[in-house]
């Protein structure tokens, strides 16, 4: 069980990597999507053809945006990831991803969180 664990959470890392940091939506979900692709941010569309048209707009309209993994725990066909989102001209986010796997391994649904990072937070402790 923990290889299996090991490979969803690299798997997880990897696809979002080559969609987020990469700009290459398209290359991401014939890597790593499986047949059908649910999407619960309201902000993106459903399936696979929304997904690659919307980060495709992101890659344009953010050049050099970046996401850097903090976290991940794997749980079952879940992986969890807390990441640190960098959008150059806009906001910088801690994130949430939620993926959930098939038996295959590929990337079928996915949900997320994001939170803005203040610029005078309450506390020391940080977001990360």
Not at 34 to 60: S, W
Not at 74 to 86: D, K, P, R, T
Request: proline letters at 5%; glycine letters at 8%; a negative charge.
């Amino acid at each position: 069980m923990t290889d299996l664990l090991e490979r969803n959470k690299g798997t997880a890392m990897a696809f979002y990597d080559l969609m987020f940091n990469q700009n290459k939506p398209r290359e991401a979900v014939d890597a790593y999507v499986g047949d059908d692709y649910i999407q619960h941010n309201p902000e993106v569309g459903d399936g696979k053809e929304a997904f690659i048209i919307y980060f495709e707009r992101m890659a344009a309209d953010y050049p050099g945006k970046k996401v850097e993994f903090k976290r991940a725990v794997a749980e079952g066909n879940m992986v969890v990831l807390h990441c640190y989102q960098q959008w150059p001209g806009s906001n910088d986010y801690a994130g949430i991803d939620i993926f959930r796997f098939d038996d295959q391994g590929k990337v079928v649904e996915h949900w997320d969180v994001l939170q803005v990072l203040p610029e005078t937070p309450k506390n020391d402790n940080g977001m990360f």
